[in-house]
């Protein structure tokens, strides 16, 4: 599995993880043993299951990194201790016929568990959120360090990348580009509607009919349920949200490690919107989002797009911040 990340991201992959090595960026990964956990290799691996045998498979891999797994809630504090970065990708996946928020009963508990430690051991790292909905554990994550008193809305991060990743590559098969030089920010949230692929911001700069746009837009839209319902009851996207999970972490340790110029975009508190958190193009820096950089110029089509998603994704919000509150 890891190969098939390895090989588009190898030289990346190595690098980063040489450089964080050399940095002293410590990186933990909560969930380390499931689908997902292939996605970076210099870290501490938590999970409740598993972690010696995927820390020993991983710490093979030819980087100067350590790698140390992790087991069951009494090893937890000790994983997360001096993190400067930590990525929760613990949870359970969709099976064919739900919609991420079907996940919201089990994942929003795990997600509570695992940052209120994140907050207790490792306060001043940045978050990475993978686990679904999205919509609702970036604000559980919010309304956990703000109940530790540890929250800085520029260091938690909802990871929506494997969007961009398929709005790039179908808005680059559709004009015969290469998708390894195309760019679609997408904005809003990351389920459904709530996804907004910003074609009319591509690079290179792409023209579509209007069925065309209406049609890759849904397909963009929809692809996380393709998967599931192709993997029929094994999960969803692993592969793919290895590849986007690694790019987005690479990204953000760069940028601890005071690389300048990155963006990428993110499911983040925002101004934006009337939504309170929005995902948006973001230049990333040491401490987490040194700019938000907005939403930008955007088509009628788009702006009808983002009309339509606010009321699902304050719904959403709602019922994270709620699910906090009502926790003893
Ligand atoms: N953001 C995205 O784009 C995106 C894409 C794909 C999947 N996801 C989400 O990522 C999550 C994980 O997906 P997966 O395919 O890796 O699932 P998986 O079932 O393969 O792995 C989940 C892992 O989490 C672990 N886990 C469960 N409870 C835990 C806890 N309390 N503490 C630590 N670890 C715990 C499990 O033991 C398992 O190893 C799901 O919620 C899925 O919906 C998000």
Same mark, same amino acid.
């Given at each position: 599995?890891?190969?098939?990340?390895?090989?588009?991201?190898?030289?990346?992959?190595?690098?980063?993880?040489?450089?964080?090595?050399?940095?002293?960026?410590?990186?933990?990964?909560?969930?380390?043993?499931?689908?997902?956990?292939?996605?970076?290799?210099?870290?501490?691996?938590?999970?409740?299951?598993?972690?010696?045998?995927?820390?020993?498979?991983?710490?093979?891999?030819?980087?100067?990194?350590?790698?140390?797994?992790?087991?069951?809630? #009494?090893?937890?504090?000790?994983?997360?201790?001096?993190?400067?970065?930590?990525?929760?990708?613990?949870?359970?996946?969709?099976?064919?016929?739900?919609?991420?928020?079907?996940?919201?009963?089990?994942?929003?508990?795990?997600?509570?568990?695992?940052?209120?430690?994140?907050?207790?051991?490792?306060?001043?790292?940045?978050?990475?959120?993978?686990?679904?909905?999205?919509?609702?554990?970036?604000?559980?994550?919010?309304?956990?360090?703000?109940?530790?008193?540890?929250?800085?809305?520029?260091?938690?991060?909802?990871?929506?990348?494997?969007?961009?990743?398929?709005?790039?590559?179908?808005?680059? #098969?559709?004009?015969?580009?290469?998708?390894?030089?195309?760019?679609?920010?997408?904005?809003?949230?990351?389920?459904?509607?709530?996804?907004?692929?910003?074609?009319?911001?591509?690079?290179?700069?792409?023209?579509?009919?209007?069925?065309?746009?209406?049609?890759?837009?849904?397909?963009?839209?929809?692809?996380?349920?393709?998967?599931?319902?192709?993997?029929?009851?094994?999960?969803?996207?692993?592969?793919?949200?290895?590849?986007?999970?690694?790019?987005?972490?690479?990204?953000?340790?760069?940028?601890?490690?005071?690389?300048?110029?990155?963006?990428?975009?993110?499911?983040?508190?925002?101004?934006?919107?009337?939504?309170?958190?929005?995902?948006?193009?973001?230049?990333?820096?040491?401490?987490?989002?040194?700019?938000?950089?907005?939403?930008?110029?955007?088509?009628?089509?788009?702006?009808?797009?983002?009309? #339509?998603?606010?009321?699902?994704?304050?719904?959403?919000?709602?019922?994270?911040?709620?699910?906090?509150?009502?926790?003893?």
């Amino acid at each position: 599995m890891l190969s098939a990340l390895a090989r588009p991201a190898g030289a990346s992959l190595r690098r980063s993880v040489s450089t964080s090595a050399q940095n002293n960026a410590k990186v933990a990964v909560l969930g380390a043993s499931g689908g997902i956990r292939q996605i970076v290799s210099c870290l501490t691996l938590y999970d409740i299951a598993h972690t010696p045998r995927v820390a020993a498979d991983l710490s093979h891999i030819e980087t100067r990194a350590t790698v140390k797994g992790y087991l069951g809630p #009494e090893q937890l504090p000790d994983c997360l201790k001096g993190c400067d970065v930590v990525v929760i990708p613990a949870g359970v996946p969709r099976k064919p016929g739900m919609t991420r928020d079907d996940l919201f009963n089990t994942n929003a508990s795990i997600v509570d568990t695992l940052t209120a430690a994140c907050a207790q051991h490792c306060p001043e790292a940045v978050i990475c959120a993978i686990s679904n909905p999205v919509n609702s554990t970036i604000p559980i994550a919010t309304e956990v360090f703000k109940k530790h008193g540890a929250y800085d809305s520029n260091k938690i991060f909802g990871v929506t990348t494997l969007d961009i990743v398929r709005a790039n590559t179908f808005t680059a #098969e559709l004009k015969g580009l290469d998708p390894a030089r195309a760019n679609v920010p997408v904005i809003g949230g990351h389920a459904g509607k709530t996804i907004i692929p910003l074609i009319s911001q591509c690079t290179p700069k792409v023209d579509l009919p209007q069925d065309q746009l209406t049609a890759v837009t849904g397909q963009i839209q929809e692809a996380g349920t393709e998967v599931v319902k192709a993997k029929a009851g094994a999960g969803s996207a692993t592969l793919s949200m290895a590849y986007a999970g690694a790019r987005f972490v690479f990204s953000l340790v760069d940028a601890v490690n005071g690389k300048e110029g990155i963006v990428e975009c993110s499911f983040v508190k925002s101004q934006d919107t009337d939504s309170d958190y929005f995902s948006t193009p973001l230049l990333l820096e040491k401490k987490g989002i040194e700019k938000n950089l907005g939403i930008g110029k955007i088509s009628p089509f788009e702006e009808k797009m983002i009309a #339509e998603a606010i009321p699902e994704l304050k719904a959403s919000i709602k019922k994270g911040e709620e699910f906090v509150k009502n926790m003893k």
